[in-house]
C-alpha cells in the first residue's frame, strides 16, 4: 500500500509530500482555504504543523484531516483502479 513518508507546508495553502513509491510534489489546497473547518487554515501557524499519523493520514488537528489516497491522485494523475485495483467492484458490484 502507497503511503505518504514526508509532508510539509508551503506558502499560499499548498503542501509537499513524498509516498512511499517515490513519487512527491507541491499539491494546491487554496480551494479548501476558509471553508468549514478549514479555516482554521487562516491562521499561517495553524497551517504549518501539517504532519503524517503513524497510518498516513495528513493531519492538522483532530478535525481537520486530508487523505492521502486522493491526494496521491492528484499528484500523479493516477486513476481510482490504477491506485486501489479491485475498488470499483466493491463501489458498483455490478460491472
Same mark, same amino acid.
Given at each position: 500500500?502507497?503511503?505518504?513518508?514526508?509532508?510539509?507546508?508551503?506558502?499560499?495553502?499548498?503542501?509537499?509530500?513524498?509516498?512511499?513509491?517515490?513519487?512527491?510534489? =507541491?499539491?494546491?489546497?487554496?480551494? &479548501?482555504?476558509?471553508?468549514?473547518?478549514? #479555516?482554521?487554515?487562516? *491562521?499561517?501557524?495553524?497551517?504549518? @504543523?501539517?504532519h503524517l499519523l503513524e497510518?498516513?493520514?495528513?493531519?492538522?488537528?483532530?478535525?481537520? =484531516?486530508?487523505?492521502?489516497?486522493? &491526494?496521491?491522485?492528484?499528484?500523479?494523475? #493516477?486513476?481510482?483502479? *490504477?491506485?486501489?485495483?479491485?475498488? @470499483?467492484?466493491?463501489?458498483?458490484?455490478?460491472?
Amino acid at each position: 500500500m502507497i503511503r505518504p513518508t514526508e509532508v510539509e507546508a508551503r506558502a499560499g495553502y499548498r503542501i509537499w509530500l513524498r509516498y512511499s513509491d517515490g513519487a512527491a510534489g =507541491e499539491i494546491d489546497l487554496s480551494h &479548501l482555504a476558509g471553508h468549514g473547518v478549514f #479555516k482554521a487554515w487562516n *491562521e499561517r501557524a495553524f497551517f504549518v @504543523r501539517v504532519h503524517l499519523l503513524e497510518a498516513g493520514a495528513i493531519v492538522w488537528d483532530e478535525d481537520v =484531516e486530508l487523505c492521502p489516497d486522493a &491526494l496521491y491522485m492528484q499528484l500523479t494523475g #493516477k486513476s481510482v483502479e *490504477e491506485v486501489m485495483p479491485g475498488a @470499483r467492484a466493491l463501489i458498483d458490484p455490478l460491472h
